[in-house]
């Protein structure tokens, strides 16, 4: 059968209308968020712990609503989700001397948070979840080991039940990174619930935005004190702690504006989750029915159901391969690429160049303060050789059906002729 001409050797494109862009909240600010914002301006109380009038703190208000989203009892909202695994870590009562074990993929702000408490981070390998391979987060284990952060990749939850058990077994803390996956869930409980504490980021790009911002929930009466006192520069004075409990805060606090935008992006979240689940459920038919004609394998979904919908990954079996079908799926105009490909990259290991040569803003510390860890460019190769072999497809809240249609028109395009 005559297969149709592939855009890239000069065919006809699949996709007629172009995809929207992947900000999934940030295409959906809309007037809910511009009267937010005049709303706090007019009150003129930009700051959370006071102001002229007797206008109610949006930041409060967002706290209170995001624990009740995730089902936790305590939540603080703060000025980016690195602040937001900072206070965490602090939360936990990491700091000099404590190892904390972090996969090889993730944004470095991950790794960053810990060295910034004092801490070393030790890169542990993933697998085909995109997250955190527990066996090789065991192997990681030293006497030194305080604590697992575990990412939730993607809009995919991690392997929540073996990495909560290996945590329980070695009398571990574990931090959920939920940056790229508010909203979704695992066995039925929201990510960032699951774990001692969760940290959310609020940045443009993630499923909810206020440009800027982050917010870590936690179940823990006193783990979420010491984050409290660590996210204020007075510590627990304006917070009801006693003057003898207070230890030491620096600022981390969220504004007035990025609460009441951040409420606004929360009351869309089901909305936006919604969408991006069943523009997947589509795609993910069509590719699951190509990849088995093909012999391809699908990322690994720990809990599909609670999988958060933003994107769609398959594993080509060379990596050659899965550029030449990114490229080709792209110049179909699908939102297609390689998540590794070799170009710079902040969310891979080998690109963490201050991490892996061991520089910090004083000399050698905290490493110098510890036994001696060593890092390489090729220290997770399982994690190399699954990035590099994987096509990763967006999936926007705001794709039309026709839009699905194409793309699914363009992914049979692309496999029949390539793969
Ligand atoms: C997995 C992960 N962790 C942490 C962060 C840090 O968040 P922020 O940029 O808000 O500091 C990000 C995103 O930027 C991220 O993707």
Not at 157 to 178: K, T
């Amino acid at each position: 059968m005559a297969r149709s001409r592939l855009a890239i050797e000069g065919g006809t494109p699949a996709i007629t209308q172009p995809v929207p862009p992947m900000y999934p909240g940030g295409m959906r600010i809309g007037i809910e968020e511009e009267q937010a914002v005049l709303d706090v301006l007019r009150s003129k109380r930009l700051f959370r712990y006071y102001g002229p009038g007797d206008s109610v703190s949006r930041v409060d208000m967002l706290e209170k609503a995001f624990a009740a989203h995730v089902g936790v009892r305590h939540c603080i909202a703060v000025s980016s989700g690195t602040a937001s695994l900072m206070g965490g870590l602090a939360g936990l009562g990491i700091g000099p001397g404590d190892e904390v074990i972090v996969p090889a993929y993730t944004w470095i702000a991950t790794a960053s948070a810990v060295v910034a408490l004092g801490a070393i981070p030790i890169l542990a390998e993933i697998d085909e979840s995109l997250t955190l391979d527990p066996e090789d987060v065991e192997r990681k284990i030293t006497s030194r080991t305080k604590a697992i952060i575990t990412v939730h990749m993607r809009g995919g939850p991690c392997r929540m039940d073996a990495l909560l058990a290996i945590a329980q077994r070695h009398g571990l803390s574990l931090l959920e990174d939920v940056a790229q996956a508010n909203g979704a869930s695992y066995g039925g409980r929201k990510l960032g619930s699951l774990g001692h504490i969760g940290a959310f980021s609020l940045q443009f790009n993630k499923i909810i935005t206020c440009g800027e911002g982050g917010l870590i929930t936690t179940d823990d009466e006193t783990i979420w004190k010491r984050a409290l006192m660590y996210h204020d520069v007075i510590g627990g004075g304006r917070n009801g702690i006693p003057e003898e409990e207070t230890l030491l805060g620096i600022n981390l606090r969220m504004s007035e504006l990025q609460g009441a935008v951040a409420l606004a992006q929360l009351n869309k979240l089901e909305g936006v989750i919604g969408d991006m689940r069943r523009n997947k459920a589509v795609l993910k038919a069509s590719v699951t029915e190509l990849a088995q004609q093909k012999g391809i394998t699908l990322r690994d979904e720990p809990d599909p159901e609670g999988d958060a919908g933003i994107c769609l990954v398959f594993f080509a079996p060379s990596s050659e391969l899965a550029q030449q079908t990114a490229a080709a799926l792209k110049a179909e105009g699908l939102p297609a690429s390689v998540i590794y490909s070799g170009q710079k990259d902040y969310h891979v290991y080998c690109d963490w160049t201050p991490i892996l040569r061991q520089r910090s803003w004083a000399g050698n510390a905290p490493w110098g303060w510890h036994p001696p860890v060593a890092y390489d460019r090729d220290m997770c190769p399982r994690t190399l050789d699954l990035l590099q072999r994987a096509v990763h497809l967006d999936i926007s809240p705001d794709l039309t059906g026709e839009h699905i249609e194409e793309m699914s028109d363009g992914l049979t395009k692309v496999f029949n002729a390539l793969l």
